[in-house]
Each structure stands twice: as C-alpha cells, then as structure tokens.
C-alpha cells in the first residue's frame, strides 16, 4: 500500500464516510476506491454478454472471415 497526499472535499468526504458507513478517511477512500472498481469490471462483463448476444447483428462474420484469410 502506498501512502499519497491529496486534497479532499471535507463535506464531500463527509458525505461519503455517511453513505459508505466508514469511520475513518482511509477506510471511506478504500471503500469508494473498491466499488469504483467493482463497478466498473461489472460494466465490462455487462458490455461484453451484451456483445456477445448482440455480435450478429453488428458484425458481418463473413465479411470478418474473408478479411482474416486474406491478411487485411
């Protein structure tokens, strides 16, 4: 774990040590820092099963294919 100086919004710190339930200014960045993250690899897994369900309507897998054999 690194230790790194930064400025922080008191009342929005504040505000988010209510909302997340944390005592502590490390506990509530922690806590923020790991939802943003949670969040963000549930979005990727949402796009990509959307992609997937969605791919033929998008891509024209022929046109793919033959690119491919040609080296383009």
Known sequence: MSKTLVDVDDDMLAFAQQQLGTRTKRDTINRALTIAAAISADDRARA?????????AFLDFDVLEERERSGL
Do not use: P, S
């Not at 990509?48 to 033929?56: E, G, I, P, T, V």
């Open 48 to 56: 990509l099963r959307w992609l997937q369900d969605n791919a033929d």
